[in-house]
């Protein structure tokens, strides 16, 4: 159990991991090293000394190379989706515009975790910009809707970059960043922010930022943790923390983004996967995966005692590791 927080904490320490001058998902020939010493007898956990790896072929990298070319896309977009050198650019910033990304095969890792680099900016003054960002994972791809440029009842996982407040009455505080878990029952209520749909939330102020803006989502053994980096500190910050979560494998990766009478520039600079490495008990790896039907079950009490729960920040120097001795 100790171990487990451990693993958390560490793995959540490393976004810097992804930063250019890094050679590859570690941080280097350190870590099995101090892997061992902090964990001390909980290896079991970690299967081969590293708890993270890059899954290039459900990440989105610069330069854009696999997305959309005939021969072997990785990635595949519609709409107003437009690629340049630089960024992923799923809508520019003008009215009634729709468009996603999607990855282009399915993911069969039970554990992982998706860092997305992304960017909402455009020239409207506060609440006259919109509509937002919406990430994926989704048992469907690739169809355009009316829940942020893709398809309403929706089978999986959506987390929403909502920056404009149509419910006139919220007192939420926008832009408001919330979780959607959906069997294809439900259905998205845009006139009120998905409010009698969203299973957490927080607010979080990335529009117009003049630094990168980072968000992490993952997805391990049930629990599905949200955390922001968008104050240029290199740390992240908790946004949302549930548990009870239960996913398929073999959904998609996507990202998708709406304007209306209201607009923003909304991309996406990269979006990375990484496999954590995570034991399941051979009643776990029985069961067929693909099987499982979206749901949350807010009655199952959390796995890991508060302690040992993330901290809400977790500052490592830039450029360096938080595992580095
Ligand atoms: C789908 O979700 C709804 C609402 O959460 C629930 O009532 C229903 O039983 C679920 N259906 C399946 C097949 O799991
Ligand atoms: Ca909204």
Known sequence: ????????????????????????????????????????????????????????????????????????????????????????????????????????????????????????????????????????????????????????????????????????????????ISVMVNNGSLSYDHSKDGRWTELAGCTADFRNRDHDTFLAVRYSRGRLTVMTDLEDKNEWKNCIDITGVRLPTGYYFGASAGTGDLSDNHDIISMKLFQLMVEHTPDEESIDWTKIEPSVNFLKSPKAPPFLLPQTTWTTPRGTSAAGP
């Open 1 to 176: 159990m100790a171990a487990e927080g451990w693993v958390w904490c560490w793995g959540w320490g490393r976004r810097c991991l992804g930063r250019p001058g890094l050679l590859g998902p570690g941080p280097g020939p350190t870590t099995p090293l101090f892997l061992l010493l902090l964990l001390g007898s909980v290896t079991a956990d970690i299967t081969d000394g590293n708890s993270e790896h890059l899954k290039r072929e459900h990440s989105l990298i610069k330069p854009y190379q696999g997305v959309g070319s005939s021969s072997m896309p990785l990635w595949d977009f519609q709409g107003s989706t437009m690629l340049t050198s630089q960024y992923v650019r799923l809508t520019p910033d003008e009215r009634s515009k729709e468009g996603s990304i999607w990855n282009h095969q399915p993911c069969f890792l039970k554990d992982w975790e998706m860092h997305v680099h992304f960017k909402v900016h455009g020239t409207g003054k506060k609440n006259l910009h919109g509509d937002g960002i919406a990430l994926w994972y989704t048992r469907d791809r690739l169809v355009p809707g009316p829940v942020f440029g893709s398809k309403d009842n929706f089978h999986g996982l959506a987390i929403f970059l909502d920056t404009y407040p149509n419910d006139e009455t919220t007192e939420r505080v926008f832009p408001y």
